[in-house]
């Protein structure tokens, strides 16, 4: 009888293993298309935010591939290429100082958080604030190599980090939202 519930206990725990493993790495995403007029539900557009304006302006973008899931904000993922230059990018929108690529999924193959990471490092591509507390307290973030390709992905602000550790916003932050209990 104690093999036959060491058994069971052991069946169980690979059971739920292998579920948490599919809720993580597989559930809840969705492709996201892109729309570079209206915003449709389950669209998206790629803007960045102007020097002169600080509001975010739609960009050019081809062959887009998108990710995201409802589960997280910072689960947004995606790549495409631009035909605009880095240098004309620079002259007319914000730069993001503090870009830091998020891991996605292994099975979303054109985002490799790694490598855009040490790109940017090496500045082999630059990072643009897309939008701002594009849902409170997190940031869209686009970097963009030389050739075109862009990356887009989702990360904490600093008002973020400081509301979501449960203290007040800081001086400088909107106000967050009312949380429902």
Partial sequence: MGKFLAGLIVLAAII????????QVYAFYEPVKVSQDVVAPGTVQMRLTSLTSELPETILIDDFEGIDADSSPLRFRACFTTP????MLSETFVAHDDAIPLFGPRWFGCFDAVSIGNDLAEGKAVAFLSETNIIYGIDRVIAVYDDGRAFAWHQ????????FDGDPAPDGCPQPPERSN
């Fill in 16 to 23: 739920g293993g292998g579920a948490m493993y599919y809720l």
């Fill in 84 to 87: 605009h230059s880095i240098a």
């Fill in 156 to 163: 904490i602000n600093e008002c973020g980090a400081v509301v």
